[in-house]
Each structure stands twice: as C-alpha cells, then as structure tokens.
C-alpha cells in the first residue's frame, strides 16, 4: 500500500489544487470529497471515485478499502491530511472523484417534474441550503441559471451536507433554461414583488418550476418575461425579503403539499 508523508509530493500539490481552484477542478475534471457521509452520498449518486486517502489516526485502512472497495487506498499523515482536509471534521478521509455532466440535456423527468431554479446564487451557504431543501423534499431537479462558480467548490459539498450528489443538478444560462422549461411544457411560476399574487394560490400539481433569485437584485428581465405567473410570499413584519433558501422551502413544501407529500 503507498503511502505519501511529504506536502511537497506532486499528487499532494495537485490536490490542494483542487481545493483551491475552480480552474484546476475543470481542466482535470476531478474534485475532492471529505468525509465517509458524504462519500458514501456520492457513490450512492453515481460518482466515480478514483482515489481515496486516509489518515491512520482517525480512519482505519480496514474503513477506508470498506467505504470504497475498488482500487488501493493511500496513507497518508497528519501534516498532509492537515493540508487537505478542508474542515476539522472529515473523519479522517479525503476522495478523488471525476465530475459529472450537469448539461439540461443530461436531466432524466418524469411526466410531472416538480422543479427549482436558482438564478445565480452566489453564496456557496445558500446553494447548499438550497440543494438541502430539494433533497429533504425530493424534487426532480435543481436548475441553476447564470451560474457565478463551479458547484464542486469544497464551501458548497460542505453547505449541502452532500446534497450535492442525492439531487438531479443541471445548469445553463437564463435563456437556455427558460427554453427548456418550455419545451417540456413546465409552467413557470416566479417569486418575485412585482404583479404577484399570493404562491398559496397557485396549482403546482402539474409540471412546476419554482424560480427564486438573489435578495440583492431579484429574478432578471428574462425570467420577469418568460413566467406563466409571479408569486410572492406576504411579508408581515418590515422587511420585504428573506433570504432565498427560506423562501424556496416555503415555496416547495406548498407544492409538495399540494401533490400530497
């Protein structure tokens, strides 16, 4: 079995590397997972993991050749887990896994998808309390339109408590995905204060995206044009907003209600 001891082994550098960096994520298409949960999320999603490495002191060989069978796993020490691990809690071991394709074309829907869109998001806390939310209601897919990163940032697999890997994830821009939704015939229903009307009201029975924009600015023009029907949660205190992981689940638990759970 190998083992690595030095920061300045190549493979090391490479994966802190993919810590660090969106652009190394994308040109070798791989990224890292901490955390036997959240590896186990993945391979349960599909996700090829090419390497994994353990740290004796928290994690066994025994545990690390059980949580990923195929391959040999590799030792590593304190120093060099320190350098990877990206949170003080990954139980000892750290995954090398390939990307997956989040192209609209790659989505599988059935008849009545229930779907949520997300216009750029910027805050890797609020994705992943996003892709929280569509996993504890098992939506079809989250869509993120006019992405601002890539969605294997390691703040981003951490915030989702590896939701990342249980949800159907595809992204594009506005315009890609407003024409897709209409392609499947998917009512568009927007949250936003302008011509609203209360979200209670609405049928989201048949084929529904919930679209939710930033706090800062709202769902662009595209998406103001291209709704079948604004929404808007009533605000009784003295703000007018809440922050889009909120008013998402507020949004998706009513049409899940409406389905019947």
């Keep these: 079995m190998k083992q690595i001891t030095s920061v ?13 960096k969106s652009k190394a994520r994308k040109q070798s298409g791989t990224f890292l ?21 353990f740290f004796p002191g928290i994690c066994t060989e025994s545990e690390a050749r059980k949580l990923v069978p195929q391959g040999d796993p590799i030792e590593i020490n304190k120093e060099v887990y320190q350098k990877l691990a990206y949170r003080d809690t990954t139980e000892g071991v750290i995954a090398v896994a390939q990307t997956r394709d989040y192209s609209l074309n790659a989505l599988k829907l059935n008849a009545n998808p229930l779907i949520l869109v997300a216009e750029a998001p910027e805050k890797p806390g609020n994705i992943g309390a996003l892709l929280r939310t569509a996993d504890a209601a098992k939506l079809d897919a989250v869509i993120i339109a006019d992405p601002k990163g890539d969605l294997y940032n390691p703040n981003i697999i951490r915030s989702s408590v590896g939701c990342l890997f249980t949800n159907q994830i595809a992204t594009g821009t506005s315009d890609e995905v407003i024409a897709f939704l209409h392609r499947h015939n998917i009512a568009i229903y ?7 009307t209360l979200y209670h009201t ?15 600015t709202g769902l662009s023009q595209p998406w103001r044009d291209a709704a079948t029907q604004n929404i808007i949660i009533p605000m009784q205190g003295e703000i007018d907003s809440m922050n889009v992981s909120v008013a998402a689940a507020i949004l998706i638990f009513e049409a899940k209600r409406q389905r019947g759970f």
């Design 8 to 20: 300045q082994n190549p493979f090391i550098k490479s994966l802190v590397l993919l810590q660090e």
């Design 33 to 53: 997972i901490e955390g036997k949960r959240e590896i186990e999320l993945a391979l349960k999603g599909g996700y090829y993991i090419e390497q994994v490495l």
């Design 190 to 196: 927007c949250a936003m204060l302008q011509d609203s």
């Design 202 to 216: 609405q049928d989201y029975t048949t084929p529904s995206a919930l679209v939710v924009g930033t706090e800062a």
